[in-house]
């Protein structure tokens, strides 16, 4: 990409003199490692999205403006044969989720070109470009009906407040406080949004020349999500939770078809968890979606289904496979389904026929969570069966590679080689150990810094996964490789809990968290010790959001650590429950009963009943405006620290939600905090063995 958008301007100035007491940013104009600036460099492939002719593909280039500080998203196109790579609009707006009309003639996306986020229409055969929509929210979840003249999709839709009480004797322009908010909601904000508005997301079709939209859904439920248009183009099948008691049976979403003329609905699943992403197959005959029988663990397995149009002779196709399924996609002929999944740290894309025989096409996918190394990845597939995916190397961002159905890989792109090309950057190396509680098989990754030589001494980071029910893998991820350039060696893995090893290894810590998940982390990091250039006097511990409730944890079990960055914790149950965005569902899924009913479980696994053990120097990292680990429980820790006389410092994010990094100085900012932390307690570290 021409990155006149993303110009060296003061702001890397400002990101780079802030941490000029660390080594990664010291002599940043000859350095041929990766620094803190080149956050501001980074692009990778996102979203790819075949053509009905099979021909190209239409993906998201995202790339960092240093300008707005923010991901810029734009449309490009390449041929299946990695020729004609070509952006499809030149200006500097945000252009994103391509969907192709059933005849390739139309391709429909969002765009903020003309400021908010709305649908706009592209015609192929004339390059040119009509605005469909002029609504006040953002659209989202759009799908063509088969004739190619409506689209849907779904938007927020406010409903007007009613406040229990009001003033109504303010004099004609004078300067009150603004009213109350008056609250009535069970879950009333959300991470990334803040307050919850009154309202719900609503389904609606409006013509592809341009027109009103028309809402076809309505109530007090959300219906958004991907939906899919029966043949005839007369019903819509999506997903919603219509109970009257969803906001605390928040995962019993059901399948539903509406009929967009006379908006008759018909009920077409009535599971006992969620049924979602519903995908109509070529013939118009049969439904696939995923979804799951809800047995109350912490962890459950989405499987994928296919049952008849009109929701009997349901069939689980992937029973025998213990791994949750996304992103499903019938093949060309509808004679089975394409799915990813995630694997031993890896994100696949597999196959499965309407028997139910599984073959997988690529463990490849990756690249597309720039921060942290999350198994990630997007995927498409053309009419021949090729699959076009994003690809990560473990080394930089993904690009976009193609693999045939005989496994012939071709990789199509190549963003980021002006930036990588000329520095030295590790990939991760896998390391295969046993629990030492139960001997079970665990697996993590070092990645080194650059020069490394093993004949020498390096301090260690242990860098820990959030969710918890998540997995790390090999791809890339600027926070690890940003540590590295730093001169640290970093070790991350999957402890128990984490998803990618199957149901029953993830659920060894359902109601029972934190517990011997401690004791894998400590057995990755004794491995890596054991490999012999690991100054055991320099080792430091960190990780976010439930990676920050384990740093926690283990500064209160250990004092092996020199230091400690706790990102966004979880460090007092009970309060968690009363202040998180999602404390019905925590309280639900993840403990037996409420904290006033049964405290003991909630105190015991609280970090904040080991605070007393903590000799640890700690800094505690929090966005200011998370709601998902809010940040009453950093502060909480932080009081409760320097009670204790640990030494320790308190860093607010502004500006930032529980994805700290979705900006891209945060970003820099948090590896930044991190490393200077580390760095004030590293000892001198003795080079040779």
């Known amino acids: 990409m021409n990155k006149k958008y993303i110009t060296k301007s003061a702001l890397t100035l400002v990101i780079s003199t802030l941490f000029a007491t660390h080594s990664a940013v010291a002599d940043e104009s000859t350095s041929r490692t990766l620094s803190l600036k080149d956050v501001f460099n980074l692009e990778y492939a996102a979203n790819p999205v075949v053509t009905p002719d099979g021909k190209h593909v239409v993906y998201e280039r995202r790339s960092m403006d240093i ?10 196109s390449i041929a299946i044969d990695g020729g004609a790579h070509l952006p499809i609009f030149s200006d500097s707006k945000n252009h994103f989720n391509p969907v192709f009309s059933p005849d390739g003639a139309k391709m429909a996306y969002l765009s903020s070109k003309e400021g908010k986020v709305q649908v706009y229409l592209k015609d192929v055969a004339s390059n040119s ?9 953002s659209p989202s979840s759009m799908s063509f009906s088969p004739d190619g003249k409506y689209l849907a999709f779904a938007m927020f839709t406010p409903t007007k407040a009613k406040p229990l009480f009001s003033l109504d004797f303010k004099p004609k322009g004078a300067k009150w406080a603004e009213n109350a908010l008056y609250i009535d909601q069970t879950n009333f904000q959300r991470d990334s949004m803040g307050m919850k508005r009154p309202g719900n997301m609503q389904v609606y079709v409006v013509p592809t020349i341009g027109g009103t939209p028309r809402q076809v859904t309505s109530g007090a439920h959300d219906h958004a999500g991907t939906m899919a248009w029966s043949k005839n183009g007369q019903q819509l099948i999506i997903s919603a939770n219509t109970r009257d008691e969803a906001e605390f049976d928040m995962l019993n979403s059901d399948l539903f078809s509406i009929d967009i003329n006379t908006l008759k609905v018909a009920k077409l699943t009535d599971m006992s968890g969620p049924e979602y992403s519903p995908q109509l197959s070529p013939n118009g005959k049969k439904i696939a979606f995923v979804g799951y029988e809800d047995n109350g663990k912490s962890n459950q397995l989405s499987q994928l289904y296919v049952m008849d149009s009109d929701g009997d002779n349901i069939k689980n196709l992937t029973s025998k496979l213990d791994r949750s399924v996304g992103a499903i996609k019938w093949a060309g002929k509808g004679k089975g389904l394409y799915f990813s999944y995630d694997d031993m740290g890896k994100k696949n894309v597999a196959y499965v026929n309407l028997a139910g025989k599984i073959s997988n096409v690529t463990n490849d996918l990756g690249g597309t969570t720039l921060g942290r190394p999350y198994t990630s990845g997007d995927y498409d597939v053309t009419p021949k069966g090729h699959v076009v995916y994003t690809s990560s190397k473990g080394n930089r ?8 159905k005989k496994g012939k890989v071709k990789q199509l792109t190549d963003l ?5 090309d000329h520095k030295t950057v590790n990939k991760p190396a896998l390391i295969e150990l046993k629990s030492s509680i139960d001997n079970r098989a665990l697996q993590a990754w070092v990645v080194t810094p650059p020069n490394f030589d093993a004949q020498k001494k390096y301090p260690l980071i242990l860098e820990i996964h959030g969710g918890p029910h998540t997995a790390y893998g090999p791809g890339y991820s600027t926070e690890v490789q940003l540590m590295a350039a730093a001169g640290y060696v970093v070790v991350y893995g999957n402890p128990r809990g984490s998803t990618s090893q199957g149901e029953e290894f993830a659920n060894l810590i359902d109601k029972n968290y934190p517990s011997q998940d401690y004791n894998d982390l400590m057995d990755m990091v004794d491995a890596t010790i054991a490999k012999g250039y690991i100054d055991e006097s320099n080792l430091f511990v960190t990780g976010g959001s439930g990676g920050g409730t384990l740093t926690s944890w283990i500064i209160g079990k250990t004092d092996r650590f020199k230091a400690s960055v706790v990102a966004k914790p979880v460090i007092n149950w009970t309060s968690m429950i009363g202040t998180s965005d999602i404390y019905a569902f925590m309280s639900k899924y993840w403990f037996t009963d409420l904290p006033w009913n049964d405290y003991e479980q909630y105190w015991s696994r609280s970090p904040l009943s080991l605070v ?3 000799k640890t120097p700690t800094m505690v990292l929090t966005g200011e405006l998370d709601v998902r680990t809010p940040m009453s429980e950093s502060e909480q820790y932080y009081g409760a620290l320097r009670l204790q006389g640990v ?14 990094a979705a900006k891209p100085s945060n970003l820099a900012r948090k590896v930044g905090y991190i490393l200077a932390w580390f760095d004030k307690y590293k000892n001198d570290t003795k080079t040779e063995k």
Not at 129 to 137: I, K, L, P, S, Y
């Open 129 to 137: 470009t009509t605005r469909v929509t002029d609504v006040a929210m």
């Open 416 to 420: 980021n080689g002006d930036v990588f």
């Open 397 to 404: 961002p993904a690009d976009l590679a193609v693999v045939t």
């Open 647 to 660: 030494e320790s410092s308190l860093v607010r994010i502004q500006g930032a939600y529980h994805g700290i």
């Open 67 to 76: 300008m707005t500080d923010s991901v810029r998203r734009n449309l490009w």
């Open 612 to 614: 007393g053990n903590v």
